[in-house]
């Protein structure tokens, strides 16, 4: 079968944030977990996503599950923008495709432009106290943390500003037991007129991603944390990572769009 890897949340290669797609056409069910597996962790990149087409007439056009290279997961953005733009861009789909997956269905519709939108439910964002130890754990004082639920698994923590977000230094062995995923350190943009209206980094020590270059996941939680500050239900995020990507998002109540491109980079044949 052949196997793609594509930059996500970007316009460029070698930039946003790499995932595998396997398309497994013709097959009505999931290969073994521990193949699944094995391949995530040959790809060896934060996501590998495997998809199979469903029949017709359903509530979903495609079985969409992910992988990191140690643990499957509940739900990924850039993996799913990925899977839709080989989708698309090889004329196996047209139009809106619609992904049965552990987090329900989730749409992803294609525009002229190239862009991809995704439809995700919106994290559930709880504030709780600063867990002890956190603060050394990051790097930084916390002004602000909230869960984000079980779909997205990670503490959200606010800190002082955008210099702070892109100087940190965590330390991963101790943030691996803050959450069940990782953490999401953001800060308001310090110049908005550069485009972009947030900043974040993600680090996921729990799933062997120590910093996840740009977690479309995270920003069902970042999107209506921030709409609520900055009084606006469209915004665009910058995730801070050495690769770094853009993630316009919108707020529709309980669910969240999340709109990037994607670049098809290596393209091969799977032999195992």
Known sequence: MRIRIVDAFTDRPFSGNPAGVLLLN??????DDTWL?????EVNHAETAFAHPLPEGGEADWALRWFTPAAEVAMCGHATLATAHVLHTTG???GPVRFATRSGVLVATPAADGSVTLDFPTAPLTRIDPPAGLAEALGA???TVLDTGPNVGDLLVEVADEKTVRSLGPDLKALAAHSERGVIATARAEDPARGYDFVSR???PNLGIDED????????ALAPFWSERLGRPGLTGLQA???SGRVRTELRG?????TGRAVTVIEGELLA
């Open 213 to 220: 270059p740009v977690t479309g996941s995270a920003h069902t």
């Open 241 to 243: 990572s050495p690769r």
């Open 141 to 143: 004082e916390p002004l």
């Open 37 to 41: 597996q094995n391949v995530a962790l």
């Open 202 to 204: 993600c680090f996921f």
């Open 26 to 31: 013709g097959a009505d069910a999931f290969p």
């Open 92 to 94: 196996v789909h047209e």
């Open 254 to 258: 309980d669910r969240t769009l999340l």
